[in-house]
């Protein structure tokens, strides 16, 4: 007995640095496999926990207001593109946002390189200057579907990568409380407290999974405005029989409803995205977020 337990003792001490070499070995392997896709998009990727490569590309370029309110980029003007591997292609979704002049341009330059728009249209209200947004999507090659969205970001004045990593602003809000009050914990991202809520169902869109960072989660941006006041911007994810008790409780918690509409085109169950702005108490707001999210079939 004594010599069988020996052996079990010396075959776990082979095992556990193989299969840690393993896991350094696979990650390697992953940040070579989207080396080329980085350099195709002229910045860095950063792997998220559910498997996709994700691009940040902030208009910090532009100066926006929305009732007053100057916004942050964090808060509402974040165009990103995530790409996943899909068998020995690759999938990418992606949300671009646009000055009016912009549009057209970038259409033309996506369209020529293989990228589906999949929705157009606004996010917010009384902005200032306009803002559009356009969603993307496509499958094919990641370095020839990364060129495209390159080419198409260089017909607008999207700034390039920030070469040094900024430190985070303090955030005059209680987000402990929020916390609390949400049941999920946010982040700072560069003065702007955001906080993912994932839905509980499976989305596909063309029978492929579609992870919580392609944008199928619930965000919620708060930006503080002084005095524990902040401005929220996001969008809910819904199904359609959630749609109306969602802004039924948004509207009577005193979040103003912005826009409804679709961002993808084939996705199952069928996704419909509410877009909402309020500049309050943070933690006021956030019981009425709470209340929204009450409506909603939710990850726990």
Excluded: C
């Amino acid at each position: 007995m004594k010599q069988m337990i020996l052996i079990a003792l010396l075959l776990a001490a082979v095992t556990v640095p193989a299969t840690a070499q393993q896991a350094q070995q696979k990650a390697k392997a992953a940040a070579g496999e989207w080396k080329a896709v980085d350099t195709a998009m002229g910045r860095a990727g950063q792997d998220q926990p559910d498997g996709t490569h994700k691009y940040s590309m902030p208009r910090k370029d532009l100066n926006v207001s929305v009732a007053g309110t100057q916004i942050k980029p964090g808060l509402a003007l974040g165009s990103w593109a995530a790409f996943k591997t899909a068998g020995n292609q690759a999938v990418v979704m992606g949300d671009l946002v646009l000055k009016e002049d912009e549009v057209q341009p970038v259409i033309q330059k996506l369209q020529a390189g293989g990228i589906e728009i999949t929705a157009l249209h606004n996010h917010l209200l009384q902005e200032s200057p306009r803002v559009i947004y356009m969603h993307i999507g496509g499958k094919g090659q990641a370095l020839n579907l990364a060129k495209a969205i390159h080419d198409a970001l260089a017909e607008t004045t999207t700034p390039g990568p920030s070469q040094a990593a900024a430190e985070q602003p303090k955030l005059d809000i209680d987000t402990a409380q929020i916390d609390k009050i949400l049941r999920h914990a946010g982040k700072n991202n560069g003065g702007i407290y955001q906080v993912s809520v994932p839905r509980a169902e499976r989305i596909t869109e063309a029978g492929m999974q579609i992870p919580n960072s392609m944008g199928v989660a619930t965000g919620i941006n708060f930006q503080p405005t002084g005095g524990g006041n902040a401005a929220i911007a996001g969008d809910f994810v819904l199904i359609g029989k959630e749609v109306n008790p969602v802004i039924k409780a948004l509207e009577s918690n005193g979040i103003t409803v912005f826009a409804v509409h679709s961002h993808m085109l084939d996705e199952q169950p069928r996704l419909f995205f509410l877009h909402f702005w309020a500049n309050d108490d943070a933690v006021k707001l956030a019981k009425g977020l709470r209340a929204a999210l009450d409506q909603m079939n939710t990850k726990k």
